[in-house]
Nanobody, 116 residues
């Protein structure tokens, strides 16, 4: 059973920074991708960033240039460095892990609140 646990959320003022961490357990996959999605109140869940099995990264237009996704492959852990945060970045941030041919899993989420 794969489990994902996020940490690092919190409340900051606009312009501040946060670092999210997602640790996966229960997987022995050697090839996998991980990413972050977020959901603001009253809105649909949306992709924030993704890092593929080959290390290629993808960012949403809203966060490109401000957020950086990275991972420790052997530790099944990923990170999201969030800089120059804006009030519109407020939401619940969810960790995602994808293993081709096996499935995908979500974390429980961590709240990020950015005040103006």
């Amino acid at each position: 059973q794969v489990q994902l646990v996020e940490s690092g959320g919190g409340s900051v003022q606009a312009g501040g920074s946060l670092r999210l961490v997602c640790a996966a357990s229960g997987s022995s996959a050697t090839t996998y991708g991980m990413g972050w999605h977020r959901q603001a109140p009253g809105k649909r869940r949306e992709l924030v960033a993704f890092i593929g099995s080959d290390g290629d990264t993808t960012y949403s237009r809203a966060v490109k240039g401000r957020f950086t996704i990275s991972r420790d492959h052997d530790k099944y852990t990923q990170y999201l460095e969030m800089n120059n945060l804006k009030p519109e970045d407020t939401g619940e941030y969810y960790c995602l892990m994808v293993v081709i041919g096996q499935g995908s899993w979500w974390g429980q989420g961590t709240q990020v609140s950015v005040s103006s």
